[in-house]
């Protein structure tokens, strides 16, 4: 047996193939029972920081095994020095995270997430709306779900199921109405809540001048894959949030095109941004 075998086995001490049909039955559905249970928790985090956490965790993992194949000595003491402590940290870094995803869990369970293709039929509804409200300078700030769940994030808000429809959001937007001053919340093609207040970006070096509406849109555009789409109540200019970037649209036909390389992947075209300052 060659070293490289020996360091396998030793790795992998209790796995056996099966030497009956019913053992090997059984140990399918064990791999079975893993494999489903893992796809779910990924989805259950796909969209947030703790997605990229775990890119991290599966690496470290490949870099802890390959040294002992390898014997690489040194590299093998690093990771386990720094792994020795690292549940700890995982658990005092990201325990907001952890509490969401087992209340999602004691609520429905491992079900699968929002679907981003659900919304790409109503782009034009939404950017119709947001034009007008933009055009009589009434600040906006609608915030549309890809994978991650923003349920848990929201303190404050009116519960909603409405269909998407552009008078709709007029209405709910309108300086007379008492949900004006929050955000819209857009899951799985519609209204579910308004009214919302989000947590403001932690970003330091983000401009100073901007407002409530733009700190909450940047907020949790780095905390989700979620989308939010602002409009200034002061300049009537609007803004897109995805992916920790806020970008300011140069009209509304380029608004249509950047909701569109967002959700619906058949569209190519990049629209014209700017980058507001300040931002990444």
């Known amino acids: 047996m060659t070293t490289f075998e020996r360091e396998l086995r030793a790795l992998l001490p209790e796995f056996s193939l099966p030497d009956t049909p019913l053992g ?3 140990a ?34 490949i870099g802890f095994f390959g040294s002992k194949l390898l014997g690489l000595d040194t590299f093998r003491w690093l990771i386990e020095n720094f792994t020795s402590s690292f549940i700890v940290i995982l658990v005092v870094v990201f325990q907001d995270d952890i509490r ?28 119709r709306a947001v034009t007008d409200l933009a055009a009589k300078h009434i600040g906006a700030l609608i915030v549309i779900t890809r994978e991650a769940d923003l349920i848990d994030r929201l303190d ?20 007379s109405s008492p949900l004006h001053d929050g955000a819209i919340i857009v899951s799985r093609a519609r209204i579910t809540r308004a009214g919302c207040f989000l947590p403001l970006t932690a970003n330091p070096n983000v401009k100073r001048t901007l407002g409530t509406r733009h700190r909450a849109a940047l907020g949790v555009a780095e905390e989700t894959d979620a989308v939010a789409v602002v409009v200034s109540e002061s ?46």
């Not at 796809?39 to 993992?61: E, P, S």
């Not at 004691?106 to 782009?123: D, E, M, T, V, Y």
């Not at 404050?156 to 300086?175: C, E, M, N, R, V």
């Not at 009209?251 to 075209?269: A, C, N, V």
């Open 100 to 127: 969401r995803g087992l209340q999602r869990v004691g609520r429905r369970g491992l079900g699968a997430s929002n679907s981003a293709s659900l919304f790409a039929p109503h782009i034009d509804e939404v950017a």
């Open 235 to 280: 300049t009537g200019r609007i803004s897109v949030a995805a992916d920790g970037v806020l970008a300011e649209m140069e009209s509304s036909g380029d608004l249509r095109e950047r909701l569109r390389q967002l959700f619906d992947r058949r569209s190519l075209p990049r629209p014209r941004t700017r980058a507001v300052e300040g931002t990444p």
């Open 156 to 175: 404050a808000g009116t519960q909603l199921d409405a269909k998407i429809a552009s008078d709709l959001f007029l209405s709910i937007l309108h300086p």
């Open 24 to 26: 090997f039955v059984i």
């Open 28 to 61: 399918l559905f064990d791999l079975l029972i893993v494999w489903y249970v893992f796809y779910r928790v990924l989805l259950l985090i796909k969209g947030t920081r703790a997605f990229h956490v775990l890119v991290g965790i599966v690496i470290v993992a």
